[in-house]
């Protein structure tokens, strides 16, 4: 399995971006993926992933309403975009993908994700 997430940068607040992970080794069909961050000095956490029963999405609450999570099954990729950016945004963005770990589970939002790509800094400063 290897994760490959990328489109991090340095934005200003307000602003948005886009992040990628590309993903081999893996069936979307039957592994959970999503994002997780980490910011300097802070503990990793869950932001976002979509189930792959039925698609539902989810978000951790401090995202909703400004993050999108989607994903292309024929490119293999996972999406993330990310609106009106705040500076506490700021963090490492990772991708993580697991076969047997629910998205939305309590295990998911503890980061109990077998297999984790590099990260991708995103900078949310004016």
């Known amino acids: 399995v290897q994760l490959q997430a990328s489109g991090g940068g340095l934005v200003q607040p307000g602003g948005s971006l886009r992040l990628s992970c590309a993903a081999s080794g893996v069936s979307f069909d039957d592994y959970t993926i999503g994002w997780f961050r980490q910011a300097p000095g802070k503990e990793r956490e869950g932001v976002s992933c979509i189930a792959t029963s039925d698609g539902t999405a989810y978000y951790a609450d401090s995202v909703k309403g400004r993050f999108t999570i989607s994903r292309d099954n024929a490119k293999k990729t996972l999406y993330l975009q990310m609106n009106s950016l705040e500076p506490e945004d700021t963090a490492v963005y990772y991708c993580?993908?697991?076969?047997?770990?629910?998205?939305?589970?309590?295990?998911?939002?503890?980061?109990?994700?077998?297999?984790w790509g590099k990260g991708t800094l995103v900078t949310v400063s004016s």
């Open positions: 993580a993908a697991d076969e047997w770990t629910v998205c939305g589970g309590s295990h998911y939002w503890r980061g109990g994700m077998e297999h």
